[in-house]
């Protein structure tokens, strides 16, 4: 069998896109998601993909999930791809509390309770790949989502601790952060507001999920070991540093 790689969020967005390539390259894939249901089985039907339905908020449930991923196709989780977010947005003076807590818990405490359930097979069996699904707004911040900016920023820091641990045992584990993409989510973005973002993107576009996709494939690859902790920025141009 191929190495098996699970996707959080994955049967909508970026995520879509990242389930469809690592497939199309030959890697055994399963997605999970959190709702819509008529959307994640035509995904499912569509790609030939199983799909897992399961809160990566919930500690006890992403560990039922991976047990069982594991036992349904007979291998251990070799690949994690922490896609799975939300937006709660708001200036922080309008923003509820539990606004802030379901953005922290699903954005960032979902990296915790999908590594923490793969993490131990992975050291066992000297592989692993784990990347981390970040945002442009992690690193530079942005008007309205104190939340969502703490939550991805956090990632990154995630990142760069997790993969100190886990290198002597050939885990890898890796950030990608995204500027905007042309998803569902952005292109809801009233017309005159997404004119104002491209024009400070210097390649004059939105980027595309299949982008953000190859990024992924570069980093998950067997021949990527001496590639950790790092931080792949696909943003086209609009944030350097």
């Known amino acids: 069998m191929s190495r098996l790689a699970l996707v959080t969020g994955g049967t909508r967005g970026i995520g ?12 055994t894939v399963v997605a999970n998601y959190a709702s819509n249901d008529d959307r994640a089985k035509a995904f499912a039907e569509q790609n030939s993909i199983p799909i897992y339905k399961f809160d990566v908020a919930d500690f006890d449930a992403c560990k039922a999930a991976v047990e069982q991923i594991k036992q349904e196709m007979g291998h251990d989780i070799d690949i994690l791809v922490n896609n799975a977010g939300i937006t709660r947005d708001n200036t922080i003076h309008n923003m509820t509390s539990e606004c802030w807590h379901k953005v922290m818990e699903t954005n960032l405490g979902s990296c915790f309770n999908m590594s923490r359930n793969v993490i131990e097979t992975m050291r066992a069996n000297h592989f692993g790949r784990i990347v981390n699904i970040g945002s442009i707004n992690g690193q530079a911040g942005q008007y309205g989502q104190v939340n969502y900016a703490a939550a991805k920023s956090g990632i990154h820091g995630f990142t760069k601790a997790l993969a100190q641990e886990g290198a002597r045992h050939n885990i890898t584990v890796n950030a990608i952060a995204p500027g905007y993409i ?10 005159r507001v997404l004119e104002k973002i491209i024009a400070k993107i210097p390649v004059g576009r939105l980027g595309d999920a299949s982008e953000i996709a190859r990024g992924v494939e570069f980093l998950v690859a067997d021949d ?3 590639v950790t902790g790092s931080t792949l920025s696909i943003n086209g141009g609009q944030h350097m540093y």
Do not use: Q
Not at 16 to 27: M, N, P, T, V
């Open 16 to 27: 879509e896109a990242i389930s469809i390539r690592l497939k199309h390259i030959g890697y």
């Open 182 to 191: 042309a998803t569902d989510m952005v292109r809801a973005v009233p017309e």
């Open 224 to 226: 990527a070991g001496f």
